[in-house]
Nanobody, 128 residues
Framework: QVQLVESGGGLVQAGGSLRLSCAASGRTFSTYAMGWFRQAPGKEREFVAGIKSSDSTTDYADSAKGRFTISRDNTKNTVHLQMNSLRPEDTAVYYC?????????????????????WGQGTQVTVSS
């Protein structure tokens, strides 16, 4: 069992930055693919960024490319999401997730149902 705890959310003005962190329990963190998703009120949960376990390959939603950076530190069992140039439309609850199935060894998986463990989420609010 893996427990994930997000932190770093908050209120920021448009154009500002936030760095989200996700701390994971367990000794096998390095074997998990990690992803960040977000969910705005009235909308479905959507993929933001992901990072593989094997070679730290990353991928991003089009809305995040060039502004967000996902990274992982396997020595500290953490994954981060650096978010720059934030926009009001980035406002959402952000979730980190861990994936363990074979598909995650092949590619960064942008599908929420393919992740096995989820954190409780952290609120990000971007004011205009």
């Amino acid at each position: 069992q893996v427990q994930l705890v997000e932190s770093g959310g908050g209120l920021v003005q448009a154009g500002g930055s936030l760095r989200l962190s996700c701390a994971a329990s367990g000794r096998t963190f390095s074997t998990y693919a990690m992803g960040w998703f977000r969910q705005a009120p009235g909308k479905e949960r959507e993929f933001v960024a992901g990072i593989k376990s094997s070679d730290s390959t990353t991928d991003y939603a089009d809305s995040a490319k060039g502004r967000f950076t996902i990274s992982r530190d396997n020595t500290k069992n953490t994954v981060h999401l650096q978010m720059n140039s934030l926009r009001p439309e980035d406002t959402a609850v952000y979730y980190c997730a861990a994936g363990t199935n074979y598909l995650h060894t092949v590619m960064v998986v942008p599908i929420a149902s393919q992740y096995d463990y989820w954190g409780q989420g952290t609120q990000v609010t971007v004011s205009s």
